[in-house]
T-cell receptor
């Protein structure tokens, strides 16, 4: 079974631009979560989608948004990029979101904002 | 927001057991403890999780105290490839809540 796939692996943007990151979960997984990782703040939860609906949200500004498609693939969008948005963006999937389920992570998209 | 406390760093000699402690004194009765590790620039990798009983798999053992306020991850024979940041996590927000990562413990395995 293929793992969680994130594209692209690396991305360079300039301030003010917007960016869309993609995540394909493990087949059969319906929950997709997104995390931002920076050296200063560590791994921070952005949001989770389950069956095309946002189920949980972290403490990030509205510039960060996401969506999930009927095939469970998810995209994350960041508008009006700031230098501080430079980070590793990680996507993780799980089957339904039960209390005993483990998250499977992708390798991430490394975003650099210049 | 993290509900766990871990030492920021630890060293371990190659071939020895690595014992990584974690405090989760506010854990609720039905919350699982998860351990993940992250090798530089890769996504976190699941290691093990448990509720109240000790658990063992091919990667590690998890020892949870009887009061469930702390746990220890044991890597029985650490290798250089076990050098990573280890995260102890408790799910926040109930059964459908999410794993909130703290700062973790940077484990350095030395030859």
């Amino acid at each position: 079974k293929a793992g969680v796939t994130q594209t692209p692996r690396y991305l360079i943007k300039t301030r003010g631009q917007q960016v869309t990151l993609s995540c394909s979960p493990i087949s059969g997984h319906r929950s997709v979560s997104w995390y931002q990782q920076t050296p200063g703040q560590g791994l921070q939860f952005l949001f989770e989608y389950f069956s095309e609906t946002q189920r949980n949200k972290g403490n990030f500004p509205g510039r960060f948004s996401g969506r999930q498609f009927s095939n469970s693939r998810s995209e994350m969008n960041v508008s009006t990029l700031e230098l501080g948005d430079s980070a590793l963006y990680l996507c993780a999937s799980r089957w339904t979101g039960g209390p005993n389920e483990k998250l499977f992570f992708g390798s991430g998209t490394q975003l650099s904002v210049l | 927001d993290a509900k766990t406390t871990q030492p920021p760093s630890m060293d371990c000699a190659e071939g020895r057991a690595a014992n990584l402690p974690c405090n989760h004194s506010t854990i609720s009765g039905n919350e699982y403890v998860y351990w993940y590790r992250q090798i530089h620039s890769q996504g976190p990798q699941y290691i093990i999780h448990g509720l109240k009983n000790n658990e063992t798999n091919e990667m590690a053992s998890l020892i949870i105290t009887e009061d469930r306020k702390s746990s220890t991850l044991i890597l029985p024979h650490a290798t250089l490839r076990d050098t990573a940041v280890y995260y102890c996590i408790v799910r926040v927000g109930g059964s459908q809540g999410n794993l909130i990562f703290g700062k973790g413990t940077k484990l350095s395995v030395k030859p």
